[in-house]
């Protein structure tokens, strides 16, 4: 926790999902916070319920305008900075890929781009995903070393995030103070993700109003992980970026193997903890999504000392207790500070 009490934090897409887990984490650590990202697009939004607006830094701004990011950079003159802002959703992506090329690419590039005019130390954990994989329906894990690809417009545009990561880490970031490292993790869960097209939120929501959930894809096997899990690695990533260890250029953040579950399990997990329904939607005409993939975790265990803590049952059951609780009238902020300091430091 000395570590990052004080520190400039820069957090792109704090007000999503995952950042406005993230900015709560690590104000409770004692950073000084500073947001960039465009309001919140869900009707609730975990940023809103969080109060986070208050409680850091928040400017709102597109990642897409290069003057708008390098404006934020040069104001907050960070020590670290979390890239999580982007297009994140699959099925989004069919629907306007160029808005996904666009934000997750040249974003990414903008904020690569500024951080090339900091003269100081700065660790930058620029987000990604396991999506940016060519996905070979393998059965063993993929590795950092392996091949990126990807089928959809939104993976895809995350390997290609990728691309411009290298690019700049070798053509314009080798000796200077800023360090840039990528973090792939995805299909995280958790209370307060109210995005469209996803399972967790979806069966929230249905639960809510006392329908089944239509589950699209039953068999699709996935490496769920509480929300949690992945930020403590980007949380350890960034203070060994800073202390100058000797690192890799990215690193995987998943569960153990053995947490690797179906759609369908999800499913059935959460209804132990908030009964209800669900149907099988399987549609053969739907856009292309991934049957299986998994993350190797093999790095980050060796050089981070990462060790996932929440299994696949206690992910579920967190995550259903936060949505399940809060329906019943508990506050969000209390739920998500209280299951912050069960997890534990970072």
């Not at 990604?128 to 990126?148: A, F, G, Q, S």
């Not at 990462?306 to 209390?334: I, K, N, Q, T």
Request: charged share 20%; net charge negative.
């Amino acid at each position: 926790m000395s570590f990052w009490s004080g520190k400039r934090v820069l957090v792109t897409g704090h007000t999503g999902f995952k950042g406005s887990w993230l900015s709560l984490w690590l104000t409770r650590l004692g950073a000084d916070v500073a947001g960039l990202a465009l309001a919140p697009d869900t009707e609730p939004a975990l940023f809103d319920q969080l109060g986070l607006a208050d409680r850091l830094d928040h400017r709102i701004g597109d990642i897409r305008e290069a003057a708008t990011v390098a404006e934020r950079v040069a104001q907050v003159q960070p020590d670290v900075v979390f890239h999580l802002a982007a297009q994140p959703l699959v099925l989004a992506s069919y629907d306007d890929p160029l808005l996904t090329w666009d934000t997750n690419v040249m974003g990414t590039a903008h904020v690569l781009q500024a951080l090339r005019d900091l003269s100081r130390p700065c660790a930058a954990v620029m987000i990604t995903t396991d999506k940016v994989y060519e996905n070979r329906e393998w059965v063993h894990p993929y590795r950092e070393e392996d091949r990126l690809g990807g089928h959809d417009p939104y993976s895809a545009s995350k390997a290609g995030s990728e691309l411009v990561i290298a690019s700049w880490r070798k053509s314009f970031l080798a000796g200077h103070p800023v360090r840039v490292i990528s973090a792939r993790a995805g299909n995280v869960i958790g209370g307060g993700d109210w995005a469209a097209n996803r399972i967790l939120p979806d069966l929230a929501r249905a639960l809510g109003q006392g329908a089944a959930l239509r589950l699209r894809n039953p068999a699709a096997r996935r490496p769920w992980q509480h929300v949690l899990e992945p930020l403590s690695g980007y949380l350890r990533l960034a203070e060994a970026a800073y202390r100058g260890e000797v690192l890799a250029d990215s690193y995987n953040f998943g569960p153990e193997p053995a947490d690797v579950h179906p759609a369908r399990a999800l499913v059935e997990t959460a209804l132990s903890h908030w009964p209800g329904t669900w149907e099988d939607a399987s549609d053969p005409a739907a856009p292309h999504e991934a049957g299986l993939l998994s993350l190797g975790i093999e790095r980050a265990r060796a050089d981070l000392g990462y060790v996932p803590r929440w299994g696949f049952a206690d992910s579920v059951r967190h995550s259903m207790e936060w949505y399940r609780d809060v329906a019943g009238g508990a506050s969000p902020l209390d739920i998500t500070a209280a299951q912050i300091a069960a997890f534990g430091a970072p």
